[in-house]
């Protein structure tokens, strides 16, 4: 055969057939290289100029997995709250090192080969009887899969960011007054008064229809909008090329077919994809259907009536959603709701009663100072009154006043005096840690939104959702 082809190398037929062959590798390897690139591609997040990538992200996750105890790493795999919560670590983590590092590039800082000798030299995990020790070092470095360059690499950014940042680390001092300040705020007392008036001590007739009538016309209820819909799904591995070519060809093909004017159903049943009809529901509905997830559920709020969507593509596959029904918000019908109202309108009766007697206690309070049946009290920001009557009683003036209003009942408070604290310097001592890390922290987040201003942070999403969000 060899020689064949040989001997008829020189035909005008063979060298046409040779063409045909080389252009189809040509076209081939071009091919991978123009649309490939974007399955091969793995960044995660760009910063500025610099990205990181999904093994940063991996390698970043093992690290923070490693800190944790076994009941920790537990709850990170099975609670999708304390999942999210690790990613959100991650990222944010990946985030500020590399801001703070394309920082310390800008700023031209350089740490030398023989600062980063000497950093190796001193840590402990690689010395021996307090002398560095090679074999060690070797030997940790090929248990964690690294070379001497990617260590010293590591090591070497990790420095640069430390220099970026320290300063912003640097703890300021906080002065006296300030620590006074706070501490005079947070444990000074003040001496009141008040009366209650609650809207159980008024008895109230049962409502007329007219009386629950015009109440409703008032305060009525709202039904909220609900929308019935359904939709196709076709599952995929979305992190497998193959699973994902193939499904996106079946999601095509089922587009297409309803396109054309096939119903979703058949569509589906041809294709054996799975069809599902949800029946109505309200924005805020917590539905026990996997593939109706939050995000879908706000896409059918956005859609109209009898419209389907595009192509969607979703953790464990495609999918095309359509909006068979929308019933707009609208009241509630008063029979519906009659036995309701009366409850509600007989506190909303109390509720006038007692604002009436508590208004013309606050102007008797106003005119002469008498306040009757009033509790005198020496009360701390969190304790020796209701909730809010604290709260206003640190809120108001002195001498002052006025009519606050709880869950069931009205306080008439009038403000005495406020009463200054004995001085704890172990108090204050705490209270000026506390300003001092909130300082810092303050700090610490301008420099970042400054950071991030310089070197805009973007997370590429259809790769996180590839990879990351599973």
Same mark, same amino acid.
């Given at each position: ?71 920790e790493q537990k709850s990170a795999y099975m609670d999708p709250v304390k999942s999210a919560q690790l990613t959100n670590s991650v990222m944010t983590t990946l985030t500020m090192n590399q801001l703070a590092l394309n920082r310390a590039l800008d700023l031209g800082f350089v740490v030398s080969d023989k600062r980063i000798a ?76 008040y009366a209650t008036v609650k809207f159980g001590d008024y008895k109230i007739q049962e409502p007329t229809e007219s009386e629950l009538k015009s109440y409703y016309a008032q305060n009525p209820k709202i039904i909220p909008e609900t929308r019935s819909v359904s939709y196709v799904f076709v599952s995929a591995d979305m992190s ?83 909006? #068979? +029904?929308?019933?707009? !918000?609208? &009241?509630?019908? *008063?029979?519906?709701?009659?036995? =309701?109202?009366?409850? %509600?309108? /007989? ?5 006038k009663q007692a604002y009436i007697n508590a208004n013309e206690m606050l102007v008797a309070l106003n005119k002469n100072g008498e306040l009757k049946n009033a509790k005198s009290v020496s009360v701390s920001r969190t304790d020796g009154a209701p909730l809010p009557v604290l709260s206003s009683a640190f809120a108001g003036k002195?001498? #002052? +006043?006025?009519?606050? !209003?709880? &869950?069931?009942? *009205?306080?008439?408070?009038?403000? =005495?005096?406020?009463? %200054?604290? /004995? ?48």
């Amino acid at each position: 055969m060899l020689e064949y082809l040989r001997n008829a190398a020189d035909k005008p037929l063979a060298k046409f057939l040779m063409f045909v062959l080389i252009f189809s590798f040509v076209g081939w390897g071009a091919a991978e290289w123009i649309f490939g690139g974007s399955m091969r591609d793995t960044t995660l997040i760009q910063v500025g100029d610099a990205d990181i990538s999904v093994q940063q992200f991996n390698n970043e996750r093992s690290r923070q997995l490693s800190m944790m105890s076994k009941e920790e790493q537990k709850s990170a795999y099975m609670d999708p709250v304390k999942s999210a919560q690790l990613t959100n670590s991650v990222m944010t983590t990946l985030t500020m090192n590399q801001l703070a590092l394309n920082r310390a590039l800008d700023l031209g800082f350089v740490v030398s080969d023989k600062r980063i000798a000497k950093e190796i030299r001193m840590y402990p995990q690689f010395q021996n009887n307090g002398e560095f020790s090679s074999y060690l070092f070797d030997v940790v470095l090929q248990s964690n899969g690294m070379r001497e360059q990617d260590f010293a690499n590591i090591l070497r950014a990790d420095i640069l960011r430390q220099m970026a940042v320290g300063a912003s680390n640097v703890p300021l001092k906080v002065p006296q007054f300030a620590v006074d300040a706070a501490y005079n705020a947070r444990y000074a007392k003040r001496d009141i008064k008040y009366a209650t008036v609650k809207f159980g001590d008024y008895k109230i007739q049962e409502p007329t229809e007219s009386e629950l009538k015009s109440y409703y016309a008032q305060n009525p209820k709202i039904i909220p909008e609900t929308r019935s819909v359904s939709y196709v799904f076709v599952s995929a591995d979305m992190s497998k090329p193959d699973s994902y070519d193939e499904g996106f060809k079946k999601a095509q093909q089922i587009e297409d077919m309803i396109i054309s004017g096939d119903s979703m159903k058949v569509a589906a049943e041809k294709h054996h994809a799975k069809f599902v009809s949800v029946p109505e529901f309200n924005r805020n509905a917590k539905l026990s259907d996997k593939v109706l997830n939050a995000d879908l559920i706000a896409k059918a709020f956005s859609m109209d009536a009898g419209t389907e969507s595009e192509l969607l593509e979703l953790k464990e596959g495609f999918a095309i959603l359509r909006v #068979e +029904n929308v019933t707009p !918000e609208h &009241n509630a019908e *008063f029979n519906d709701v009659k036995k =309701d109202l009366v409850g %509600a309108w /007989k506190k909303s009766e109390q509720r006038k009663q007692a604002y009436i007697n508590a208004n013309e206690m606050l102007v008797a309070l106003n005119k002469n100072g008498e306040l009757k049946n009033a509790k005198s009290v020496s009360v701390s920001r969190t304790d020796g009154a209701p909730l809010p009557v604290l709260s206003s009683a640190f809120a108001g003036k002195i001498g #002052e +006043n006025t009519l606050v !209003e709880d &869950n069931g009942a *009205f306080y008439v408070l009038h403000i =005495d005096k406020s009463v %200054a604290p /004995k001085s704890d310097n172990t108090k204050k001592a705490e209270i000026r840690k506390e300003l001092e890390k909130l300082t810092a922290r303050f700090m610490m987040d301008d420099y970042s939104q400054y950071l991030k201003r310089h070197y805009p942070v973007k997370v590429k999403e259809k790769t996180f959702q590839r990879f990351i969000a599973k």
